[in-house]
């Protein structure tokens, strides 16, 4: 351990003193040239030279080096005035050199060393203490008397004259050792709350770090899966465009192709109709009436194939019409394609594998029916004869088997000829009876409510209304119970989002339905 006087380090440990023209030996220990010179002189006789403080050993006797930066560190460190000892107090009567004092004495008000305290006097008002800089603050300021007592009533340590006739007479004193050893016992409490205090707040901040770490590996995570995703939308509507233009290319050259004979044979008759109405022309143009009357009738003249008018056309002058030009139909299927893929990868954000959510009959109330496959509750007039529990709910609800502790999850309810309903869930702790047992109408329950044509959502009897129109019957709830977040969706095209819960979930998760009238049923669900 280091020295606290670093002129200490500047010793010889020949001589003990400090280095005067300091050397180094080979081995790198350091002494005063005169006191290694004096044992290398010693070790002539035997041969063997050894270095006095680590007693390696040099085969001839060694060279002696001079370590000036040693002793420019020596110079400038013997100017600097002495440091302080551990308690940085010095004896009072050491006036040549300063020399650390060992006790104090009160009634002198001095400080003393070893050697002076060996003389000093030993009658019992000079009070020894440990070396102190504040001696006067150990005397009662209005006495000047030694503050031997403590007063309970003032807090004040005082003397023994503030206790008999000071300002402190008559009150509980109690002797400054055993005051300053229950003010420490109280201290110790003290400590004690604040050292687990202390690690309370160390573990929180480790379970907040190790949060963090996790909510950023999730959303590292989400991000490559949604990068994925938006890569294979893009692959997918890159496909589907060539595909689609390929097929409007092709389409265009058919029937590009098509009109193009069309257009040939068309001309060549325009040319024969030209041909045949110049001749008619020119027998009109006669004067010679045995010429024209030898020349075959006028229908002869015509193209025998238009004699039958429209139907013997054989189709070679048939009119495009709207329609024929593009397949529509064709084009309009492989767009639709983009539809179920978008589709698919919607539902894919919380579809992550099928699991069956089924009603539990412990908890459906005994106003309600359950389906045999348990995924259907409906309000009866006819009470149930199934046995009162405390786990059975009293009124119109019920909740599922299963319950969720962690991963993303989703339930698909439809509320059949029901505008009476509310769906979400709820913890298993939950009170099945009263008023408050209803999901929303407690702190352990979330829902969604329908009314009026409208929804709202419910939380510990706070009720928000969501300001939009029931399109449809169908309604998804998603848990993603390590984010704390619970949502609500209109199954509706496309999906729509209604609103999110947000929470620490500290207990399992179940779905739970509430039927007002009509009934419920469980259409899809799923986990991670």
């Known amino acids: ?54 007693r390696e050993e040099f085969p ?9 930066a040693l002793r420019k560190v020596m110079e400038n460190l013997l100017f600097i ?5 551990k308690t940085g107090i010095f004896c009072s009567y050491c006036v040549d050199s300063p020399v650390p004092a060992v006790r104090s004495c009160l009634h002198c008000e001095a400080s003393l060393c070893d050697k002076h305290l060996r003389s000093h006097s030993k009658s019992p008002e000079h009070v020894l203490s440990d070396p102190s800089t504040s001696l006067e603050k150990m005397k009662c300021s209005v006495h000047k008397k030694i503050l031997e007592y403590y007063c309970t009533e003032d807090a004040a340590c005082i003397c023994v004259s503030c206790s008999l006739a000071g300002e402190h007479r008559g009150h509980r004193v109690e002797m400054l050792d055993e005051a300053s050893q229950k003010k420490k016992k109280k201290l110790r409490n003290v400590l004690q709350k604040l050292i687990t205090k202390k690690k309370e707040t160390k573990e929180r901040v480790q379970s907040l770090e190790e949060r963090r770490r996790k909510a950023q590996e999730k959303a590292a995570g989400e991000a490559e899966r949604v990068t994925a995703l ?55 143009n006669m004067t010679d009436p045995l010429t024209v009357l030898q020349e075959p009738d006028t229908g002869d003249l015509c193209d025998p194939e238009e004699e039958g008018g429209d139907e013997d056309t054989g189709g070679h002058d048939k009119q495009p019409h709207d329609g024929d030009d593009l397949d529509v139909a064709v084009i309009s299927h492989t767009l639709h394609t983009l539809c179920d893929v978008i589709s698919g990868i919607r539902s894919g954000i919380y579809v992550e594998g099928p699991a069956d959510i ?9 106003n309600l029916l359950i389906s045999d496959d348990l995924k259907t509750v409906t309000l009866t007039g006819e009470k149930q004869n199934r046995p009162e529990t405390a786990e059975r709910f009293q009124h119109y609800q019920v909740m599922s088997r299963r319950g969720f502790t962690s991963g993303r999850h989703y339930c698909d309810v439809e509320g059949r000829r029901s505008r009476g309903w509310m769906v ?16 929303g109408y407690n702190q352990k329950s979330w829902s969604l409510r329908t009314y009026n044509n409208r929804y709202s959502v419910i939380h510990n009897s706070k009720e928000i209304r969501l300001h939009v129109k029931i399109s449809s019957d169908g309604v998804r709830i998603c848990l993603d119970y390590e984010a704390g977040q619970l949502s609500f969706y209109e199954l509706c095209d496309p999906i729509r989002h209604l ?15 509430y039927v007002g009238n009509g009934s419920i049923k469980i259409t899809g669900g799923s986990r991670n």
Request: net charge negative; charged share 30%.
């Open 1 to 54: 351990m280091a020295s606290a006087d670093p002129r200490e380090e500047l010793d010889c440990s020949i001589c003990l003193s400090t280095y005067t023209d300091p050397v180094m030996l080979r081995c790198g220990h350091n002494f005063c040239r005169v006191c290694i010179d004096r044992v290398l002189d010693t070790q002539d006789e035997s041969g063997v030279y050894s270095c006095p403080e680590c």
């Open 60 to 68: 001839e006797r060694p060279a002696l080096m001079r370590n000036l």
């Open 81 to 85: 005035p002495p440091t302080k000892t």
């Open 230 to 284: 938006c890569t294979d939308i893009r692959r997918r509507v890159d496909d589907l465009e060539k595909k689609v233009l390929s097929e409007i290319s092709r389409q265009e050259k058919e029937e590009s192709l098509s009109l193009s004979a069309l257009i040939h044979q068309l001309e060549i008759k325009k040319d024969e109709l030209s041909r045949k109405m110049r001749h008619i022309e020119e027998l009109c």
């Open 358 to 366: 089924l009603l539990d009959v412990n908890t459906v109330a005994n």
């Open 424 to 439: 979400g869930m709820c913890y298993p702790s939950i009170d099945k009876s009263g008023g408050q047992s209803h999901i």
């Open 499 to 513: 609103h999110t819960f947000t929470a620490t979930f500290s207990e399992p998760l179940h779905a739970a339905l």
